[in-house]
């Protein structure tokens, strides 16, 4: 059987270099070659010699993978903040962290702008950073991130479990060296905060259930000051307060005023418990009390 056959061009090779079909071939070469090249570089190597330059001050920052990927832009998995120490969990974990170009803005010429979004605790950020005139600034909102996920809070607890989702927002601002200056304002919710079985520093705590905490916050260095915090449920709460950041996070100091009252619902154990904290002389029965200490060992006088 004879097969028919095929006739090709008879080129010179000055004729085939000025072809269309040689210089398509070659940008398609060319294209295949540059994608394929950025799909496949050590994004993490670079990613790992880049944090090894740059001074992060107390936090550490650990990330286990990057690259490109579809859909999401340059992606970061397994970042690690702080918990430098041996058995410390770190003070946050992110499964999937991601940046991508942000189009609303970089059709007004603001090619500094990126889209942020990530994955952790079982709930998700997104939102939006631009960096101008050496400072980084942004909003970001969480959503459904869940507190029975989170590592560095359970710690605190010697037995039992915490249940709670949260969600809020951040405004921020970074400039200075390693963008380690710089201050933060946001809201934090939590809805159906719950405590299980729960024992601290050797004592039950009481099951509680909140049906809501509300507050808000300012971030500066070393400090997180709490303002309207608010909480209902088995326990009507108050108050305002600084917390004072320190490593380990467990040694962070606490100064918290709060005006705490049985709920509707509160059993008689709460009832018990709250009767028990101390109060001033001749004080009134919601007469606030102040939490200090710190994390890890606080005191109620």
Do not use: C
């Amino acid at each position: 059987m004879r097969f028919p056959s095929i006739p090709f061009p008879q080129w010179t090779l000055p004729e085939f270099l000025g072809s269309r079909l040689f210089w398509a071939y070659t940008v398609y070469t060319f294209v295949a070659f540059v994608v394929a090249l950025i799909f496949v570089f050590p994004h993490d190597l670079v990613v790992q010699h880049a944090l090894r330059k740059v001074d992060r001050g107390p936090l550490a920052l650990r990330v286990q993978n990057a690259g490109l990927a579809p859909l999401k832009g340059y992606e970061l998995t397994g970042v690690r903040i702080g918990g430098t120490e041996e058995g410390q969990p770190p003070l946050l974990e992110i499964t999937s962290l991601w940046a991508r170009p942000l189009w609303s803005e970089w059709i007004k010429g603001n090619f500094t702008a990126a889209g942020i979004g990530a994955e952790l605790y079982g709930g998700r950020i997104h939102g939006g950073i631009s960096y101008r005139e050496a400072s980084i600034s942004g909003t970001l909102q969480w959503e459904q991130l869940q507190l029975n996920r989170y590592r560095t809070l359970l710690a605190q607890l010697e037995e039992g479990q915490l249940y709670g989702s949260v969600s809020g927002t951040i405004s921020f601002e970074l400039r200075g060296k390693a963008f380690q200056q710089g201050q933060a304002t946001g809201e934090l919710n939590i809805d159906n905060l719950r405590l299980e079985k729960v024992k601290m520093n050797g004592w039950p705590v009481p099951d509680v259930s909140l049906k809501q905490v509300k507050s808000k916050f300012r971030v500066s260095p070393g400090k997180i000051d709490v303002t309207d915090l608010a909480a209902s449920g088995d326990l009507i709460v108050q108050g305002s307060g600084q917390i004072t950041l320190r490593e380990p996070y467990g040694e962070s100091g606490l100064n918290l005023r709060l005006t705490v009252a049985p709920g509707p619902q509160a059993s008689e154990m709460v009832k018990a418990v709250l009767a028990l904290l101390p109060k001033p002389a001749g004080g009134k029965p919601d007469a606030p009390v102040t939490i200090t200490g710190t994390l890890a060992h606080p005191r109620i006088r």
